[in-house]
């Protein structure tokens, strides 16, 4: 017993008490008070990370939207000029069948007024019947040629007016409008806008 006493002693530990292995001191426990404290800063670290997260999530939310909205604004600004370029490719065929001998002039079948054109349309469907702002259809997608159009495909949200306005007899002003709307409800419009002369006359033929 007189040397577990002195032993007891040399470690700094009284008799009854459980020897700190690491320090060789007794060891200390936390108050309620400091439990208390731990908590509180646990929560506003848990609060903190979360509204990080919520943050990083809202943000990848907002780039994926706009992404798509960039997408879809390609798309339109492609749409409206291919409207514009069948109506120069119209105007065109005409100045070729005027020099072949035929009696056309270089804006023949291009009238006043709004229309709906396809990649394909020819002078013989493209500017004659007139349509109301508001009717036209939406633009078709057939995967299978990578064509919008109006015969065969899956149903997309662009619509597509050609707006034409002579100016005087040689020289036309040609808009094309696509609008569409997006998944969240959004409402956008592309407009492109050419004008097209008849920079070298072509006489017309001899009426017999």
Not at 23 to 47: C, H, N, T, W, Y
Request: with cysteine; hydrophobic share 40%.
């Amino acid at each position: 017993m007189p040397f577990r006493k002195r032993q007891h002693a040399l470690n700094g530990v009284g008799a009854g008490e459980v020897p700190d292995l690491v320090s060789g001191q007794a060891p200390l426990f936390l108050s309620p008070k400091r439990d208390g404290q731990v908590i509180v800063e646990l929560m506003v670290a848990l609060g903190v990370v979360t509204m990080g997260v919520m943050a990083m999530v809202a943000l990848l939310a907002r780039s994926l939207s706009l992404n798509r909205v960039v997408a879809d604004q390609y798309t339109a600004t492609y749409l409206a000029s291919e409207g514009i370029e069948v109506v120069k490719n119209i105007i065109d065929h005409n100045v070729i069948r005027a020099l072949s001998g035929a009696p056309v002039a270089w804006n023949d079948n291009i009238e006043n007024g709004m229309y709906e054109v396809e990649y394909d349309t020819d002078e013989n469907g493209c500017c004659v019947n007139d349509i109301a702002s508001g009717a036209e259809r939406k633009l078709l997608f057939d995967s299978d040629t990578g064509f919008f159009g109006y015969g065969a495909g899956a149903g997309t949200s662009f619509t597509r007016l050609v707006r034409i306005t002579r100016v005087g007899d040689n020289e036309l002003n040609v808009s094309s409008v696509v609008n569409w709307t997006t998944r969240g409800g959004g409402s956008f419009s592309v407009e492109l806008e050419d004008h097209f002369f008849n920079w070298a006359p072509i006489p017309s033929p001899a009426v017999p």
